[in-house]
């Protein structure tokens, strides 16, 4: 499925974040942490989804399975270090 289609098919899901999601990330924001997000999804899907929910102000830093060699095959995708 092309990133285009993915992002169509969740346009169409009736979806919502877990229940209590977004006022953890709220917290975790009003105390002053950063956070940041690895996926094995592509960059555009994260994008859609993270803006459907309103939600991609809380991540600093973004990492897709795209950015990184061997993608979610390489734990080191998970590990990967971020200059904040």
Same mark, same amino acid.
């Given at each position: !499925?092309?990133?285009? #289609?993915?992002? *169509?098919?969740?346009? +169409? ?7 209590? @999601? =977004? /006022?953890? !990330?709220?917290?975790? #924001?009003?105390? *002053?942490?950063?956070? +940041? ?7 555009? @899907? =994260? /994008? ?37």
């Amino acid at each position: !499925m092309q990133e285009s #289609e993915a992002c *169509k098919v969740i346009e +169409g899901a009736d979806i919502n974040p877990i229940d209590g @999601v =977004i /006022e953890l !990330m709220d917290s975790i #924001e009003n105390n *002053k942490l950063v956070m +940041g997000l690895a996926s094995s999804s592509s960059i555009e @899907v =994260i /994008e859609y989804i993270l803006n459907k929910f309103r939600c991609r102000r809380h991540f600093r830093t973004i990492v897709s399975g795209y950015d990184v060699e061997r993608g979610n095959q390489n734990l080191i995708f998970f590990w990967r270090q971020q200059e904040f």
